[in-house]
């Protein structure tokens, strides 16, 4: 593992990251980035905590790991400073279920995915926005430039992303 590796989380047992996987067509729920493997530090945002530094040692590996391919190149320093100044920033909590209502809904056909994407755009963090905006606002990269609005990624988003590949 290396510093600005991206950790995507396959949904686990629980309702709510298996409805994150479904509604996205992905089988990840979560996103973490490692700052530094030799401290076994990666940082993420998850609904009770916030933004927070975790030791990677404690994570379950139910994970797949990616990497910027070597053809794109970032700040890396910068991407993890963007991730520091973010630490204790609360998670929208309420803006989740509310997005999620939405997106269920745009699954029916109706186009509520606009709505969904403009009405989070005011929110807080979402795990996968958080390392979308690390790279782009603090490392100069954008990691999902298939998707239109960075600040909008889900964990599928960046799963598929032609900026990233799976690590070995």
């Given at each position: 593992m290396k510093p600005g590796d991206i950790l995507l989380f396959k949904a686990e047992?629980?309702?709510?990251?298996?409805?994150?996987?479904?509604?996205t067509g992905s089988k990840y729920s979560h996103v973490a980035i490692c700052v530094s493997p030799k401290m076994h530090l990666a940082i993420e945002a998850i609904a009770r905590g916030?933004?927070?530094?975790?030791?990677?040692?404690?994570?379950?590996?139910?994970?797949?790991?990616y990497r910027v391919k070597e053809d794109y190149s970032y700040n890396l320093d910068g991407v993890i400073s963007y991730l520091v100044d973010k630490l204790?920033?609360?998670?929208d909590y309420p803006g989740v279920l509310w997005l999620g209502f939405i997106k269920l809904l745009a699954?029916?056909?109706?186009?509520?995915?606009?709505?969904?994407?403009?009405?989070?755009?005011?929110?807080?963090?979402?795990?996968?926005?958080l390392c979308s905006e690390a790279f782009f606002y603090g490392g100069g990269l954008d990691i999902?430039?298939?998707?239109?609005?960075a600040n909008i990624t889900s964990p599928a988003d960046i799963a598929n992303s032609s900026v990233i590949e799976t690590v070995q």
């Open positions: 047992r629980d309702f709510v990251s298996r409805l994150i996987a479904w509604g916030g933004i927070r530094a975790r030791d990677i040692r404690k994570i379950p590996r139910d994970y797949d790991l204790n920033e609360r998670y699954k029916t056909g109706l186009p509520f995915k606009v709505t969904a994407n403009n009405w989070q755009k005011r929110r807080d963090h979402f795990c996968s926005e999902v430039p298939e998707q239109p609005a």
